[in-house]
C-alpha cells in the first residue's frame, strides 16, 4: 500500500520533461550571469529532473531500434530531446576545476541525441566523430602545413546551411506554437512541431559539438603547456647575462656615454659635509654665502667684459685690414725688379 502511495507521489514523465525544459528556458534568457547561484541552481535542478526522465524512459523502453520514426507517438517525439537539453545545461555549468569533465559529459550527450536523430533518419546530417578520435585529428591536422580548403569551404557552407534551416525552423514554430499549447491542433500539425524542435536541436547540437572540440583542445594543449613547464627545473643552469649599454658600440660610448645618465658621485652625506665645509648650508648664515655669491657673480661680470672688449679690437683691427686693401691693390709695394 505505502509503494503505491509512493509511486503516485512520483512526477509523470510528462511533468519531468515540461519542468526541466522550464529551467532550460529560464537559464537561457536569465539576465543574471551565468555563476550566480540562482542560475547554477536551476541548473542543477534541470539536471536532475533531466536524469530522472532518462531513467524512466529507459525503464518504459519508449523508443526501440526495431521501430521507425513513423511508428513513434506525435507526442512522445519531444522525449527525444531529453539528451540534448541535458548538453545543453552541462554546458551552463562554471566549475572551472571540472570544465573539462563537464564538456565531455555534454559531448556525449550531444552526440547521443544526434545518434539517434540519425538513426530515425530526422533530417540528413553528417554525425560527428567520437571523442576518441578528437585527439589524432587534432594531431593530423596540426602537422600539416596547410588547411585544407576544400574540408574548409564544405564546413562554411554547412553552417550557413544550418542558419538557413534554423531561421525557417523558428519561422515556422511560431505559426504553429500557439495551435499546439492551446490543444487546438491536430495530430498533424503536433508531429510537424515536434519534428521541427528535433530538427532545430540537431542544429543547436551540431554547433556545440564543434565549440566543444576546440575548448577542449585549447584546455589539453594549456595543461600540456603547464605540466611541461613544471616538468623543468625552475633553477636550471642558465648562462651568465652579460652587462650591455643602450649605444650603438662601445666605441660611440666612449665619446657620447652610456646612453643614459651619469651615476651619481657622491651619497646625501658627503654632499651635506662639502657645504657644511664650505658655511654654504642655510643653518650657518647665509650672509656668508650670499658674499661669496656676489664675489663670484662680479668676477663672472668682469671677465664678460674682457671678453666684450677683446672683441671690439678684433673688430676694429678686422675693419682696418678691409680699409687697407682697398685702397692698395694687390702687389702694392713689390717694386723689386722694376726698370
Not at 4 to 18: I, M, S, T, V
Not at 139 to 145: D, G, K, L, V
Not at 211 to 221: A, F, G, N, P, T
Request: charged share 30%; hydrophobic share 35%; glycine share 4%.
Amino acid at each position: 500500500m505505502a509503494a503505491a502511495e509512493d509511486e503516485l507521489l512520483l512526477p509523470r514523465l510528462p511533468e519531468l520533461f515540461e519542468t526541466s525544459k522550464q529551467f532550460l528556458d529560464e537559464v537561457e534568457i536569465a539576465t543574471e550571469p551565468t555563476g550566480s547561484r540562482m542560475v547554477q541552481d536551476k541548473v542543477l535542478k534541470g539536471l536532475d529532473l533531466l536524469e530522472k526522465a532518462a531513467e524512466m524512459l529507459s525503464q518504459l523502453d519508449l523508443f526501440s531500434r526495431n521501430e521507425d520514426l513513423e511508428e513513434i507517438a506525435s507526442t512522445d517525439l519531444k522525449y527525444l530531446l531529453v539528451p540534448a537539453f541535458q548538453g545543453a545545461l552541462a554546458m551552463k555549468q562554471v566549475n572551472p576545476s571540472k570544465r573539462l569533465d563537464h564538456l565531455q559529459w555534454a559531448r556525449e550527450h550531444f552526440l547521443n541525441y544526434l545518434t539517434q536523430c540519425h538513426y530515425y533518419h530526422v533530417a540528413e546530417f553528417e554525425l560527428p566523430k567520437p571523442e576518441n578520435n578528437l585527439a589524432e585529428n587534432n594531431t593530423a591536422s596540426s602537422s600539416m602545413a596547410y588547411p585544407n580548403l576544400v574540408v574548409m569551404a564544405s564546413q562554411r557552407q554547412a553552417k550557413i546551411e544550418r542558419y538557413r534551416q534554423k531561421k525557417e525552423i523558428e519561422h515556422r514554430l511560431s505559426t504553429l506554437k500557439s495551435a499546439v499549447e492551446s490543444d487546438q491542433a491536430d495530430d498533424e500539425h503536433v508531429r510537424e512541431y515536434y519534428l521541427l524542435h528535433l530538427r532545430m536541436w540537431i542544429g543547436i547540437s551540431l554547433e556545440e559539438i564543434e565549440s566543444i572540440d576546440q575548448e577542449i583542445q585549447i584546455l589539453r594543449e594549456r595543461d600540456t603547456s603547464r605540466d611541461a613547464s613544471t616538468s623543468h627545473s625552475p633553477h636550471q643552469d642558465r648562462p651568465p647575462l652579460k652587462p650591455f649599454i643602450l649605444t650603438r658600440d662601445r666605441a660611440q660610448a666612449k665619446v657620447f656615454g652610456a646612453g643614459y645618465p651619469s651615476l651619481a658621485t657622491m651619497t646625501v652625506n658627503d654632499w651635506y659635509d662639502q657645504h657644511r665645509k664650505y658655511g654654504a648650508l642655510p643653518d650657518q648664515g647665509i650672509a656668508e654665502t650670499k658674499s661669496e655669491f656676489k664675489n663670484a657673480a662680479q668676477q663672472q661680470e668682469d671677465q664678460e667684459q674682457k671678453e666684450e672688449e677683446d672683441d671690439e679690437k678684433t673688430v676694429h683691427r678686422a675693419r682696418d685690414w678691409d680699409d687697407w686693401k682697398d685702397t692698395h691693390p694687390k702687389g702694392y709695394g713689390n717694386r723689386q725688379n722694376m726698370g
